[in-house]
């Protein structure tokens, strides 16, 4: 990771020294630059405002995929009908979205939350149906014949075998939902968010601002990911690293 990180900065200020200030300002000037607005309240709305609505969307996101998910695995009817919709559906780009629910549902924090859930919850059903798909049959059938209900099936045979795939599920699944954030916010332009902090800079020619912008949401997304949700992975799947 360290490395992967001193090689981009490195591009990155290479291309600076050779190109004009106004189209690639260098690496210590946008360093400088966010380390101003961190300490600016404008910057601390944008931040609260993305992940407020990151976290209601990727929460639903969860629940749902999950729900379906374990859903489409145990119900085979349900799963050939969810697994073709979600294959259609998920072929469709989230931006393209959201026309569509800012006419249904006007501008405001909605539109962007129902992107990011939608965005993020193929990915997350379609790993918990595919794992739950791969359950042992003689393990269901042990289950069965040992009395369990369908609810016990669920609890104490399809979930701890879906959570290794539910996990990975999880960390696609955000990627999605980052990606469906910081472009909903850039072109539905409500409120504050990294998003439309990044969409003004552009719209202003304030290089620095947009590297800088750029700058912070990979910074947030590597540590959500690599830090968050890893550190959940390895917590609950602890046998595999011993």
């Known amino acids: 990771m360290a490395v992967a990180v001193v090689v981009i900065l490195l591009f990155w ?4 020294w050779f190109l004009p200030d106004f ?4 690496v210590p000037s946008v360093f400088a630059r966010l380390g101003l607005e961190t300490q600016s309240a404008e910057f601390r709305a944008a931040l609260s405002g993305s992940l407020g609505r990151l976290g209601v969307g990727y929460g639903l996101a969860l629940l749902f995929g999950i729900g379906f998910g374990l859903a489409g695995g145990v119900l085979f009817f349900f799963r050939e009908v969810l697994k073709s919709a ?3 559906l998920q072929s469709i780009p989230s931006i393209a979205w959201v026309p569509l629910f800012l006419i249904l549902m006007g ?3 909605m ?5 990011v859930a939608l ?3 193929f990915p997350a059903a379609l790993s918990v149906m595919n794992a739950t798909e791969s359950v042992l049959s003689v393990h269901v059938s042990a289950a069965r014949v040992m009395g369990a209900s369908r609810w016990g099936m669920i609890k ?3 979930l701890p075998a879906v959570t290794p795939e539910l996990i990975t599920g999880a960390q696609l699944a955000f990627g999605n939902a980052w990606r469906a954030l910081i472009s909903a916010e850039m072109l539905i ?3 504050q968010g990294l998003g439309r902090s990044l969409a003004y800079s552009g719209e202003t020619a304030d290089m620095i601002g947009v590297m800088a912008n750029i700058l912070t949401i990979a910074i947030l997304a590597t540590l959500i990911d690599q830090v968050c949700l890893e550190k959940l992975k390895r917590r609950l799947l602890r046998y595999q690293y011993v």
């Open 86 to 88: 979600i294959i259609i």
């Open 156 to 158: 104490r045979v399809y």
């Open 13 to 16: 200020q290479t291309a600076a």
């Open 23 to 26: 189209l690639m300002p260098g």
């Open 111 to 115: 539109p962007i939350i129902v992107v």
């Open 189 to 191: 332009g409500f409120g």
């Open 119 to 121: 965005a993020a919850f």
């Open 107 to 109: 501008f405001g924090n």
